[in-house]
């Protein structure tokens, strides 16, 4: 009984310990949480850019604002750190040098000088 209670004490501490290590702890916290800010003429201060994770492209993008930041997650000073905290709901871009066109080859009639 004791063994049992360590070993879920134990994997209870490491699991903890492995969440804490993220930036974020899971995707509704971090990508996909929708943050309500008062609107831009309400906010003082100056202008501030962060990243953020858009619902509706499935991309990061730039926001600017004046709004203090009050959130704690969904905003991202980086680019590359929006990127790698979303990427399991990015869509994946597929390079055009991937994609193979079979196109038939038309060869032009010859002129032989002929009306």
């Known amino acids: 009984m004791r063994l049992w209670l360590f070993s879920v004490i134990a994997i209870g501490?490491?699991?903890m310990m492995?969440?804490?290590?993220?930036?974020?702890?899971?995707?509704?916290?971090?990508?996909?949480?929708?943050n309500m800010y008062m609107h831009e003429s309400a906010c003082p201060g100056p202008y501030r850019i962060y990243f953020a994770f858009h619902r509706?492209?499935?991309?990061?993008?730039?926001?600017?604002?004046?709004?203090p930041r009050i959130y704690k997650y969904n905003e991202y000073n980086t680019l590359k750190e929006c990127q790698t905290d979303c990427a399991l709901l990015m869509v994946p871009v597929?390079?055009?040098d991937d994609v193979?066109?079979?196109?038939?080859?038309?060869?032009k009639p010859e002129d032989n000088g002929d009306p």
Do not use: M, Y
């Open 94 to 96: 597929i390079k055009n």
């Open 56 to 67: 509706v492209i499935f991309d990061c993008i730039k926001v600017r604002t004046k709004c």
């Open 100 to 107: 193979t066109e079979s196109e038939p080859e038309t060869k």
């Open 13 to 15: 501490f490491c699991w």
């Open 18 to 34: 492995g969440q804490t290590a993220k930036k974020h702890f899971g995707l509704e916290d971090g990508c996909v949480k929708k």
